[in-house]
Structure formats: structure tokens, C-alpha cells
């Protein structure tokens, strides 16, 4: 009888083996414990790999992504489709043909134009940065490949990558506006490594989509080398890709429904689609299996009083055409809060949160919990990710626990974001961080408001 008694005990399930929804409790039990996101990380870069937006490999992450949170217990499991423009890669190459011939490491842009398929042969015109190119005259620039280096360097939060993207984003536009053959950029990136940095450019309205790559860092300054010889330098430059008209991509959501319908939705997430170079590690999944580990917890502890809705993005890379899907078709619904984690998985080291009370005291809780973990609040305005921009842009509270940063831009859109790089310690303390906030989030007795307009920060 006394075994069977023992026995009964121990089929009963281990939760709540921490009072339900206790904060520290919660964030504790995940930063000892935590495997689900490492899992979810490690199933779906090895069992789909690249999911480059819109292609049969992204559409195969989205039936994986819904049958793993089904499997997991969430609620109102769907894919919610939508369409956009198709952009694939093919093949892209660079030779040096004068003065010293040598092949060189690119990868196109995303919506890069092609070269003729022979190729093109022009000389290079060089501009440190993108100010130089804006001043430069186009009669400088017609006809020649324009190539434009820049002097990043890693920094905690990321601010390098904000100050020099626009050198991939902008400067092609720039370049084909003033006649330019095509267009070279150093990476933006800090490794020294032969891997070229991918990522979107856009081409103004009615202006030509030049073929745009990306020179490896040392690809960079072996260019810059050879262009300090002062010799004219001619490259023979192949790029090759293609749009191929409307496809479908989508959001994959899952919920952990909330007692109170009227509390608000809290808007978690990440992007399920990747660049097509590496598969996506870092970029983007650890980002949708952190969150979804530590909505797992809350969800498995018991019943929050707000919903929390999980989205796994589709489309953010090529433009952001799943978060703008997303607000088109749920920005009317009450969202108290908004949050994304795509930034890699090393350790969260500050919070912020744009709201509209001044001390609000979910923020004083918020930080104190967090504060264990090595985590402190930050003064500046929390910016929430390209995902859950259109949704706060209705006007919602934002929340950021931002992440290391020193070692993501070396990895950052290259053959190099695999999972190998992702260092489990650190995985499991954005677990614990993302299960401590939801826990005060999904309960608190007061409400994130809106900021103002012009705020900028709480
Ligand atoms: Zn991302
Ligand atoms: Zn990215």
C-alpha cells in the first residue's frame, strides 16, 4: 500500500514545484534547469537550416515551428500567411584583373541586381564611408564600380552596426542614383574572417538595381592594400540574382491565454526566417526559442491573468514583412506590452522600457527581479525590433532586455551563424531573464502604458 502511495506521488507532475508565478522562483528553476531552448535552437537549424524568406525551406519552418509548440501545449497554434517579393541569391564573384590579379570574397546583397551573365570589367572609384559618397560628384562614379569601406568596431550595444548599416542599405541606392556600375562595400561587420556580411539594401523608387555585394572584412583591406599602390584597380565582378515575382512566407502564433481579456496581449517573439549563408543560429532562432522556453515556464506554472502571444516572424530579413502583417492584422486589439529578442543569445545586461508613467512601479519590479542576474536598467529608449515596431508604433508600452553584443556582429548574417556558436550558459540566463519579466508582466496589478509620442524612456 505505502509503495503504491509512493508510487501515485510520483506520477503526479513536478509542477508547481515553485509557488506559481513567484518571479524569482520562476527565473531560478530557468536559469539552473533550462534545455528547451538550446532544443528548439538545435531542431531547427539542424532539421531545416536556412530559411531564407519566402522559399520552400522557410514554409518547412513554419509546419516545424507549429508542430513543436503544438507539441508543447500552447493554445490557438496557426500560421497566419501573407505574401511578398521572392529574392534568391545565386552566384556571386569577384577578380581582381589589374594590377594584381586575385579573386576576392563577396555575397550579394539581398535585392541586388544581376550582372550581364559574361560579367561586367570597370575600375574602382574608393569612399571611406558614406558622407564621401554623397559629396562625390556623379561624374566621379558613372560607369565604375564604387566600393565603400568604413572603420566598425564591436561594441556592447551594438551601436556600431546602427551608425554604419546604412552603408548597405543606403549607399547602393546612392551609387545607381549617380550612374555607378555597381557597387562593393566592406562588411558591415567586426570578425577577421573570410566570410562575406549578407543583409537587405533597398533601391529608391524608379531607380536600377545595381549588382550590390558585401567584400569580407580581409577582403576589404586586401582591396584597400592593392588601392594604395595608387595604380588604377579594374575588378571583373558576376552577380547573379534573381526576383521571381510574389511568394508566400507567414507568422507562425501560439498562446498561452490569459485569465483577464481585458488586461492586454503581451507580444513576444523573434524571426523565424534567416539569412540563406549560415543557418540562422543566432539569427534568428535562439531568439524565438528563448522566448518560447520562457512562455513555456509561465504557461506551465499556471494560468496568467494576460495573454501571452508568441510570434515566430516570418520575413524579417528581406524587409520586415512579417511584423507589418502582424500589426496589419491584430494592431486594433489591446497589446499592453511589446517585446522581441533578435539579438543573439549571449547574456541579457539591460532592460528598458518605454512607458508613459514615470516610476511606474512594474518597472521597479521588473528590475528588481532581473537585477540577480547581472542585469541593470537602462535610462535610454527601448526599441523593440523590427518585428514588433509596427505593432507599438499603434501605441504600446516597449521592452527590451538587450544583449551582449561584443561578439554578434562577427557572426552577424555570414556562413558563420551556426549553432556552435551559441554558448549554452549564456542561452539559459535569456531564459531566466525573458521568464523573470513574463512573470511580472502576465500578473502585475498595474498596467505598462503607452509612452507619449516623444518619449524617451521610462
Ligand atoms: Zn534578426
Ligand atoms: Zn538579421
Redesign the pocket.
Known amino acids: 500500500m505505502l509503495r503504491r502511495l509512493l508510487l501515485s506521488f510520483a506520477a503526479l507532475p513536478l509542477f508547481p514545484a515553485v509557488a506559481a508565478h513567484d518571479p524569482a522562483a520562476l527565473r531560478d528553476a530557468a536559469a539552473q534547469t533550462d534545455t528547451l531552448a538550446w532544443s528548439i535552437t538545435e531542431g531547427l537549424t539542424t532539421e531545416v537550416g536556412q530559411r531564407l524568406a519566402a522559399t520552400e525551406s522557410e514554409a518547412r519552418s513554419r509546419e516545424w515551428a507549429v508542430a513543436r509548440l503544438k507539441a508543447l501545449g500552447f493554445a490557438n497554434v496557426r500560421i497566419e500567411p501573407f505574401t511578398m517579393p521572392r529574392w534568391d541569391r545565386g552566384a556571386a564573384s569577384a577578380t581582381v584583373l589589374s594590377p594584381f590579379p586575385q579573386t576576392l570574397a563577396i555575397a550579394a546583397l539581398g535585392y541586388s541586381g544581376s550582372t550581364p551573365k559574361a560579367g561586367i570589367d570597370a575600375d574602382v572609384v574608393a569612399f571611406d564611408g558614406l558622407a564621401a559618397l554623397k559629396a562625390a560628384p556623379a561624374a566621379a562614379i558613372a560607369g565604375k564600380i564604387v566600393y565603400v569601406t568604413h572603420h566598425m568596431a564591436a561594441q556592447q550595444d551594438g551601436g556600431s552596426y546602427g551608425a554604419l548599416s546604412p552603408i548597405r542599405t543606403v549607399a547602393p541606392g546612392m551609387a545607381a542614383q549617380k550612374g555607378a556600375a555597381a557597387i562593393l562595400i566592406r562588411s558591415i561587420g567586426t570578425d577577421h574572417h573570410r566570410v562575406p556580411h549578407t543583409g537587405v539594401t533597398r533601391f529608391p523608387e524608379g531607380t536600377r538595381s545595381i549588382p550590390a555585394a558585401a567584400l569580407s572584412t580581409v577582403d576589404a583591406e586586401q582591396l584597400d592594400r592593392i588601392l594604395a599602390r595608387g595604380k588604377p584597380v579594374k575588378l571583373h565582378l558576376e552577380v547573379a540574382t534573381r526576383l521571381t515575382g510574389r511568394a508566400q512566407s507567414g507568422n507562425v502564433v501560439a498562446e498561452v491565454p490569459g485569465s483577464d481579456p481585458k488586461a492586454g496581449i503581451i507580444l513576444i517573439g523573434g524571426?523565424l526566417d534567416s539569412w540563406d549563408l549560415g543557418t540562422g543560429a543566432i539569427?534568428?532562432a535562439t531568439g524565438v526559442a528563448i522566448t518560447t522556453a520562457a512562455a513555456k515556464r509561465i504557461m506551465d506554472a499556471g494560468q496568467p491573468r494576460r495573454t501571452i502571444r508568441i510570434v515566430w516572424f516570418g520575413a524579417?530579413?528581406v524587409g520586415g514583412f512579417g511584423g507589418d502583417a502582424y500589426a496589419k492584422a491584430h494592431g486594433a486589439e489591446k497589446h499592453m506590452v511589446v517585446a522581441e529578442s533578435?539579438f543573439g543569445a549571449d547574456r541579457v545586461w539591460s532592460l528598458a522600457v518605454n512607458t508613459g508613467a514615470q516610476g511606474n512601479p512594474m518597472v521597479e519590479r521588473l528590475s528588481e527581479v532581473l537585477a540577480p542576474l547581472g542585469i541593470t536598467r537602462s535610462h535610454g529608449a527601448a526599441h523593440g525590433g523590427t518585428d514588433v515596431e509596427p505593432t507599438a508604433a499603434t501605441g504600446t508600452a516597449v521592452m527590451d532586455l538587450r544583449q551582449d553584443g561584443l561578439r554578434y556582429f562577427d557572426l552577424h548574417h555570414t556562413a558563420d551563424d551556426t549553432l556552435d556558436k551559441v554558448d549554452p550558459a549564456q542561452l539559459r540566463q535569456n531564459v531566466a531573464a525573458w521568464t523573470a519579466a513574463l512573470a511580472v508582466l502576465a500578473n502585475d496589478p498595474v498596467e505598462l502604458t503607452p509612452p507619449p509620442a516623444t518619449a524617451t524612456g521610462e
Open positions: 524571426h539569427d534568428d524579417e530579413e533578435d
